[in-house]
């Protein structure tokens, strides 16, 4: 028998600081590839979307739960899995060899003969720098700048760091994991000559919707920070680029700045409206509504039976990614491929759906220009006269087409290949953000799906008058839904689309603060 070799590989790569836009395009082409990433709790989870490998978070510190696993741990399972011939993401927050430990896993892997690649990332303090707004480097004001680790054992009475040498950096000094020590620090970085008047600035969590600065000097920032409550990740910067924040500061003015949206659009399809809302400066939490599954074990022999009858069908239209991939998993698994499509136009709404037929191989023949049921029934009322089509769906939908070709003299036969159905409840981390009120907004982008928001209130024992979350509902008709379940509705989406919502929001609140 040949030899060959099954190992896997490893990725060690770098998140970013928070935003998941800030992730490197070779970071992102790896996890599109990996089977499995084990991820650390800096990352952003927005990030793990981007993968359809298994996620496991490793902690090596306890937190809610979570088990610890230790470092010689995490190294064993990259080399097993890898070993086991895997594509492994290690991906760690920032930069992974910045105080990442990054180069130990790398070491490990290198001793064990696995190969590897790191994938540098942006690390907290530059991204702190850009989204805060201060230059360390700025050449009239500093001609270093030190990352420096603010974290030590607190058991341990001396300090390891150098005060007095961090005291005559010329430069500026970032301390990473020393919010709890920040007191010490300032103290130790006075006593050693620095003047108590150094500007000073504490960054928490940089690059998020969440961001908080805090700003003040050696002397001041202490107690400047413990009455904001910071919370961790944070970092502490020291030196007088903290000033040019003044001038350099954008991010918190982007208009959703610090607002959090829920998304009720079903997953899959979340992605574009929430990369939307991080642009704006927002933070998206993406709650479905309604879920996609297969159909039942039942209904298969009845797509199978219409599979034998493809070549009737003088068109074939698919209205959705999910219906194009359901279709060719039935069509497969009946033992045919994409040439049993020869004989039939295929039409297609949205250009993701006809993005996927085109991972099939096939070329939709007609994507209308408007994203709507109603744009396609009526080219096809014109272009499929007398003719067989063939309508590959969801098991629930909107049900314009049938009306639209019937009166057209079109055959339409319609073929479920996979169910919408309502989410069973919130998830956990939904319902304590919807109780605590640390979800400002929810969009609601049709009626059913304010239905079911209402729906899902009730069981978890919210009512809607002491909802704090506002709506901002996609059309009035979906607004009027909302409203016969007892819902208030905050605003009005002016044309019917999920940038329509983000407008309103964004409006409504600048409404509210004029009124301020
Ligand atoms: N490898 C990471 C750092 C890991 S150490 C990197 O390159 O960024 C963890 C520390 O990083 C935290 O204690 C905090 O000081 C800092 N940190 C990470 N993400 C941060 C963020 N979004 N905002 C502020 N500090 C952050």
């Not at 064993?76 to 899995?81: D, F, K, N, T």
């Not at 961001?211 to 502490?236: F, N």
């Amino acid at each position: 028998m040949p030899f060959v070799s099954v190992t896997g590989k490893v990725y060690l790569a770098g998140a970013g600081p928070g935003d998941p836009g800030l992730i490197t395009l070779r970071a992102a082409e790896c996890l599109a590839e990996a089977d499995l990433v084990l991820y650390d709790g800096l990352v952003n989870p927005l990030l793990l979307r981007r993968t359809r490998g298994i996620c496991e978070r490793t902690a090596r510190t306890r937190r809610d739960g979570t088990t610890i696993v230790s470092q010689q741990e995490i190294n064993e399972r990259l080399i097993a899995e890898a070993r086991a011939g895997k594509v492994v993401v290690r991906l760690k927050g920032g930069d992974p060899y910045i105080f990442g430990r990054g180069s130990e896993e790398a070491a490990a892997l290198q001793a064990a003969g696995i190969p590897f690649e790191v994938i540098p990332g942006v690390t907290a303090a530059t991204g702190a720098g850009e989204y805060a707004g201060f230059s360390f480097t700025h050449r009239e004001i500093s001609s270093a700048v030190a990352f420096v680790t603010g974290h030590e054992d607190p058991t341990r009475d001396a300090s390891r760091l150098d005060f007095e040498a961090l005291a005559r950096f010329p430069g500026t000094l970032v301390f990473y994991m020393g919010l709890n020590r920040l007191t010490e620090i300032c103290r130790h970085l006075i006593a050693a000559g620095m003047p108590e008047t150094t500007p000073a600035a504490v960054v928490c969590h940089a690059s998020l919707a969440t961001q908080q600065v805090v700003e003040g000097t050696l002397a001041t920032i202490p107690h400047a920070a413990s009455k904001r409550q910071l919370k961790p990740p944070s970092l502490i910067v020291v030196g007088e680029c903290v000033k040019q924040r003044a001038q350099l500061s954008w991010y918190e003015q982007l208009p959703l700045f610090g607002v959090s949206i829920g998304v009720t659009r079903p997953d899959e399809q979340a992605d574009d409206v929430s990369s939307q809302i991080v642009r704006l400066g927002g933070e998206p939490v993406i709650m479905p509504m309604i879920e996609v599954g297969p159909v039942a074990e039942s209904e298969v022999p009845a797509i199978q039976e219409t599979f034998e009858r493809l070549h009737e069908f003088q068109w074939l239209v698919f209205t959705s990614v999910n219906g194009v991939s359901e279709f060719f998993r039935h069509l497969q698994a009946s033992g045919r491929d994409a040439r049993a499509l020869h004989a039939a136009a295929i039409a297609a709404i949205g250009t993701s759906t006809a993005l996927k037929l085109k991972s099939f191989g096939i070329q939709a023949d007609f994507v209308p220009a408007e994203f709507r049921a109603e744009a396609l029934g009526t080219a096809l009322a014109e272009r499929a006269q007398g003719q067989n089509v063939l309508w590959v769906r969801a098991s629930r939908g909107r049900d314009v087409l049938p009306g639209l070709l019937q009166d057209a003299g079109v055959h339409l036969e319609q073929l479920v290949v996979y169910e919408n159905r309502d989410v069973a409840a919130f998830s956990s981390d939904v319902v304590a953000r919807l109780k605590s009120g640390t979800l400002q907004w929810v969009g609601l982008s049709s009626p059913s799906i304010a239905r079911q928001f209402a729906q899902l209130l009730k069981m978890a024992k919210i009512s809607p008058a002491e909802l704090t979350t506002k709506i901002a509902a996609i059309s009035s008709v979906t607004a009027r839904a909302a409203d016969d379940c007892g819902l208030t509705v905050e605003c009005i989406a002016r044309n019917s689309t999920w940038q329509g919502i983000l407008d309103a929001i964004v409006s409504s609140r600048r409404l509210q603060s004029h009124h301020s």
